[in-house]
Nanobody
Framework: QVQLVESGGGLVQAGGSLRLSCAASGRTFSRYAMGWHRQAIGKESEFVAAINWSGSSTYYADSVKGRFTISRDNAKNTVYLHMNSLKPEDTAVYYC???????????????????WGQGTQVTVSS
């Protein structure tokens, strides 16, 4: 069993930066690919970023490529999402997700993940 708790969301002006963190409980954290999905009001949930179990491979949605960076620290059971050059369209609730493989995070909706957190709100003002 893995429990995920996100933190680091908030209100930021366009062009600003935030770092989201996702702390995972359980001793099997390093066995899972990790990632982030987001959901804006009135829109469907979408893939944002994913990282494989070792951290050697990362994947990004086209909309965030070059602005967001995902990383993980298996010793701390934590995954991060560094978000730079934020835009108003990045406003959403961001969910940390865990799955057996990164492809699952890229292709499946959030409720098909093995685990997901409660989400953290990111609001970018123009």
């Amino acid at each position: 069993q893995v429990q995920l708790v996100e933190s680091g969301g908030g209100l930021v002006q366009a062009g600003g930066s935030l770092r989201l963190s996702c702390a995972a409980s359980g001793r099997t954290f390093s066995r899972y690919a990790m990632g982030w999905h987001r959901q804006a009001i009135g829109k469907e949930s979408e893939f944002v970023a994913a990282i494989n179990w070792s951290g050697s491979s990362t994947y990004y949605a086209d909309s965030v490529k070059g602005r967001f960076t995902i990383s993980r620290d298996n010793a701390k059971n934590t995954v991060y999402l560094h978000m730079n050059s934020l835009k108003p369209e990045d406003t959403a609730v961001y969910y940390c997700v865990a799955a057996r493989g990164a492809r699952q995070i890229l292709e499946a909706p959030r409720d098909r993940m093995d685990y997901w957190g409660q989400g953290t709100q990111v609001t970018v003002s123009s």
